[in-house]
């Protein structure tokens, strides 16, 4: 019997249901986003207006909290290029596995 809740969506994201958590800044945190990942939708993290190093400790965070896939959904304090490949480059260095990324002026280089 197929499962009514998998869609075609839902195998392009790698998740068992349709249920997507938005990637709200200052709510979908790591321990949001493992709740969600966890019972089979797909989670953002919501990093609006946050430094580097919080961004880093929340992806780290979320990957021990679970293996299922997510992404970051990043907000600089200025939407531009340059500001947002300021504040994305060291994470995007840091960041061993290939994450989905996506926020205001995300320069196409930049996109995971």
């Known amino acids: 019997m ?16 349709p249920v997507l958590l938005a990637g709200m800044g200052g709510v979908a945190r790591w321990e949001l986003a493992a709740a969600v990942a966890n019972a089979g939708g797909y989670a953002q993290l919501g990093m ?32 531009n290029p340059a500001c947002l490949t300021g504040r994305l480059a060291p994470v995007l260095i840091w960041v061993s596995k290939p994450l989905p990324f996506s926020g205001m002026s995300c320069p196409t280089s930049l996109r995971g």
């Open 2 to 17: 197929t499962d009514p809740f998998e869609t075609p969506l839902c195998g392009q994201l790698g998740c068992a249901v």
């Open 48 to 79: 609006v207006r946050e430094p580097p190093e919080l961004i880093a400790a929340e992806i780290t965070a979320l990957r021990a909290a679970t293996a299922k896939p997510f992404s970051v959904n990043i907000i600089p304090p200025r939407p």
